[in-house]
């Protein structure tokens, strides 16, 4: 069980010794408790404080290290005859975080008692609230007995009980108790859901709750009985022990059963357990480790399954696991592992991972010190893609048999002081060596050197300039470039200068409702053109390209080493952005570049040849808190005619809202981008029925192969209300992958608050 559900089974109240620990699922009382009999804590008088007076004859003798008790009360009636004393009207006893209020305290010295009766309210420092017909505290306020008791908990979840005891050992006994966190609703007597039992047990020295005779009632009607029920008191963090199971289906495993099983072995190191027990498969075993150290933590999780489906491997698994260890407070060091048999594993067990075409997996040492960075690493990638498959079946096996390790992979960065004028060096050092199992191999040290100025002009002209040297050394072993005959093994040294100057122009417009700030934008790019030898480089980190808004202003455009941003351009641009209290916010961003030379290896790979490239930009709106809207674009150059659109917009309120949202992406010859031309609407409408109930449904739609319609659609239908959470799931996927079944999926999940829940 979770520490969400534990700590709310238990309700700790103290009076020195005295600590009316509560557990919650337990039994009716002789009269069920009906709508107002709880008194919300809003309409308790504050405690207002009281000055301690000197209760040696009053109270019990204490030791030195008890602490102290103060008293409040309008009139105290000592009968010396039969030791005992009275303290009447607005009584006051505040000790250590709780405070008692009672109409009449009676303290009988001789039999070491004390006696609370009359609107006895006891408030804890943490909220709880208890109120009692009576109280009485005995044998040096070690046991306590306390009769007819009503309390509202700090979450304004409630409990009744007919009568509460505590021993001497800590140990407490309820019985006939009432436990629910739902509110009464007006005309009913009985709350949404509730939990009762015949007798509630709390053992101190074990930190078990137990549960005699409980039942689930919903609505007043029962729905489960379980005669003995046991969870760790909400002191526990952590003890081995069954969780809630999950119940699912899916069309690859059938109906299934998930049993949960954790294991403490200590309080750094935990299992847990999970083997799927399926209608159409084996038992799917699965399981996570984690052990935590002073300095870091590893974290591994895994299946496996023999699966029996001819058209599949024989032994089917996957791991994921990831570690790191702070050294020192300079070195870190990091691992992450991921492993899959095979490429459809994964989907078909609905195993989270990032869905890319590569399963990624790496190591990495890092150091950090102010103005320093260094980092080492390995890389080793598996192929999971079906769409390149699909799109291009010789592409993706020459890929899968030719998967690359990368390592070392090693970096550093260092960013100097600042000099009188403003300006700092920044010095990079990146060196990779790539293996293919039957390709080229490359290994690869490079260099770059900048030189930054920025500066701002007395008229409020912004400048950044700057002027860097890239130098690399390449070793090639077995390189044949497209369109190349022969092989190409060598050594290739490359450099590459580059002088950037960015200028920006605020002008700032200021009303009383709106603030506006338009900037114009250029930035000079001075570069040699050509120099990347693609004939006797291979392109290994720089493949894909794209341009837009955010990056059509940078020195360089690649996101890697292997390809130089060649020859010298010009970009040019505007901001836009209104703040304000009529429009909201609103911004918009457009910008273009002009080439001196048609032939850049840039603007060649996203299919833009000429001087000048496409536009891009970026418009974004929130007018009001009703609408929402944001729009990434590239237009042809010459015809306007999009080539990327991207847009995502929401529109209504709680009630009822509306999100969309699109993108359009051309075919680009030049990418390994394993999709060609997409398109593709994403809709989803949410509409509240009543206060607790609502529903959406959504859509998402292929738009560019209308064979395929739609990729996947389904809907919600959701109730939740303060203690009560149900969800039921409809949702059917295309896959565009044969290996996979189509179909419908059906999940539902339902809660209680504080007790956890259970579903798909």
């Given at each position: 069980m979770s520490s969400s559900v534990k700590k709310i089974f238990m309700l700790g109240l103290s009076l020195g010794a005295l600590n009316v620990g509560a557990a919650f699922a337990v039994d009716e009382p002789e009269k069920t408790p009906v709508a107002g009999e709880v008194l919300k804590k809003e309409t308790v008088k504050p405690f207002t404080?009281?000055?301690?007076?000197?209760?040696?004859?009053?109270?019990?003798?204490?030791?030195?290290?008890?602490?102290?008790i103060y008293f409040n009360a309008d009139e105290l009636i000592n009968d010396d005859k039969n030791k005992v004393i009275q303290a009447i009207g607005d009584v006051v006893v505040k000790r250590e975080g709780l405070t008692l209020y009672a109409d009449k305290?009676?303290?009988?010295?001789?039999?070491?008692?004390?006696?609370?009766?009359?609107?006895?309210?006891?408030?804890e420092q943490n909220g709880n609230v208890v109120y009692a017909d009576n109280v009485e505290l005995s044998n040096k306020m070690t046991r306590a007995e306390m009769n007819k008791i009503k309390a509202v908990l700090q979450d304004e979840s409630k409990l009744w009980a007919e009568h509460f005891h505590k021993k001497e050992n800590n140990n407490k006994v309820m019985r006939k108790a009432v436990y629910t966190p739902c509110d009464f609703c007006e005309g009913t007597e009985n709350p949404l859901w509730q939990i009762k039992a015949r007798k509630v047990t709390h053992d101190a020295e074990a930190k078990d709750i137990n549960y005699n005779d409980a039942l689930l009632e919903f609505k007043g009607v029962p729905v489960f009985y379980t005669p003995f029920f046991s969870h760790p008191?909400?002191?526990?963090?952590?003890?081995?022990?069954?969780?809630?199971?999950?119940?699912?289906?899916?069309?690859?495993?059938?109906?299934?059963?998930?049993?949960?099983?954790?294991?403490?072995?200590?309080?750094?190191?935990?299992?847990?357990?999970?083997?799927?027990?399926?209608?159409?498969?084996?038992?799917?075993?699965?399981?996570?480790?984690?052990?935590?150290?002073?300095?870091?933590?590893?974290?591994?999780?895994?299946?496996y399954l023999r699966d029996n489906n001819d058209a599949r491997p024989e032994n089917r698994g996957n791991l994921f696991a990831y570690g790191r260890y702070e050294i020192n407070d300079y070195w870190v060091a990091d691992a992450n592992l991921n492993y899959t048999s095979d490429t459809l594993y994964l989907k078909e067990l609905d195993l989270e991972h990032d869905d890319d075409a590569w399963l990624m997996s790496n190591v990495r040492l890092q150091y950090f010190d102010n103005r320093d960075y260094a980092a080492i690493e390995a890389y080793y990638y598996k192929l999971i893609s079906y769409d390149l498959r699909r799109s291009n079946n010789y592409e993706y096996e020459r890929r899968k048999y030719n998967r690359p390790f990368v390592a070392p992979v090693a970096d550093y960065e260092n960013i100097s002081d600042v000099n009188s004028l403003g300006a700092y060096w920044k010095n990079n050092f990146s060196m990779a060596s790539v293996y293919h199992?039957?390709?080229?191999?490359?290994?690869?040290?490079?260099?770059?050197?900048?030189?930054?100025?920025?500066?701002?002009?007395?008229?409020?002209?912004?400048?950044?300039?700057?002027?860097?040297?890239?130098?690399?050394?390449?070793?090639?072993?077995k390189y044949q470039a497209a369109n190349q005959d022969n092989d190409f093994s060598g050594e290739v040294i490359r450099t590459f200068p580059q002088v950037g100057v960015e200028w920006r122009l605020p002008f700032v417009k200021a009303t009383e409702n709106?603030?506006?700030?338009?900037?114009?934008?250029?930035?000079?790019?001075?570069?040699?053109?050509?120099?990347?030898?693609?004939?006797?480089?291979?392109?290994?980190?720089?493949?894909?390209?794209?341009?837009?808004?955010?990056?059509?202003?940078?020195?360089?455009?690649?996101?890697?080493?292997?390809?130089n941003d060649t020859g010298s351009r010009v970009s040019y641009g505007f901001n836009w952005s209104s703040y304000g209290n009529i429009m909201g916010r609103t911004s918009a961003f457009i910008a273009q570049s002009y080439q001196f030379s048609n032939h850049s290896s840039f603007t060649g790979n996203i299919d833009n040849e000429g001087h000048f490239t496409d536009y891009v930009g970026r418009i974004y709106a929130a007018p009001s808190q009703y609408l929402d809207l944001d729009y990434r674009f590239r237009l042809g150059k010459d015809d306007l005619k999009i080539q990327y659109s991207e847009l995502g917009a929401r529109v209504g309120s709680s009630m009822l809202s509306l999100y969309a949202s699109y993108i359009f992406l051309q075919e680009n010859q030049n990418s390994s981008e394993?999709?060609?031309?997409?398109?593709?609407?994403?809709?989803?409408?949410?509409?509240?029925?009543?206060?607790?109930?609502?529903?959406?449904?959504?859509?998402?739609?292929?738009?560019?192969?209308?064979?395929?319609?739609?990729?996947?659609?389904?809907?919600?239908?959701?109730?939740?209300?303060?203690?009560?959470?149900?969800?039921?799931?409809?949702?059917?996927?295309?896959?565009?992958?044969?290996?996979?079944?189509?179909?419908?999926?059906?999940?539902?999940?339902f809660y209680l608050k504080t007790l956890g829940g259970l579903g798909a």
């Open positions: 404080k009281v000055e301690p007076l000197n209760l040696t004859d009053l109270a019990p003798q204490k030791s030195d290290n008890e602490p102290n305290l009676i303290y009988r010295q001789s039999a070491d008692s004390i006696e609370a009766v009359g609107n006895v309210r006891l408030e008191d909400p002191t526990v963090k952590r003890r081995s022990g069954f969780l809630v199971p999950n119940i699912g289906s899916s069309n690859y495993l059938g109906g299934t059963l998930q049993v949960n099983y954790f294991w403490n072995i200590n309080s750094s190191t935990d299992i847990l357990f999970t083997p799927i027990f399926t209608t159409y498969k084996d038992v799917v075993w699965g399981g996570q480790y984690r052990q935590y150290f002073n300095k870091g933590y590893v974290d591994m999780s895994g299946s199992e039957e390709d080229a191999q490359t290994q690869r040290m490079s260099m770059i050197n900048a030189w930054v100025l920025p500066w701002t002009s007395s008229f409020g002209e912004r400048y950044r300039i700057q002027a860097s040297l890239k130098s690399d050394l390449y070793y090639v072993d709106t603030r506006q700030i338009l900037e114009p934008i250029v930035v000079g790019v001075l570069a040699p053109n050509g120099g990347n030898m693609p004939e006797k480089i291979p392109n290994e980190d720089s493949e894909d390209v794209e341009l837009d808004d955010t990056n059509i202003l940078s020195l360089d455009r690649y996101s890697g080493y292997d390809r394993y999709f060609k031309e997409r398109k593709e609407l994403y809709t989803s409408i949410k509409a509240a029925l009543t206060r607790d109930w609502s529903v959406s449904v959504y859509n998402r739609q292929d738009l560019a192969d209308s064979r395929r319609g739609s990729l996947e659609h389904g809907g919600n239908l959701i109730y939740e209300d303060e203690c009560f959470m149900f969800i039921t799931t409809v949702k059917r996927s295309n896959s565009n992958n044969p290996e996979l079944d189509d179909g419908y999926e059906f999940n539902f999940t």
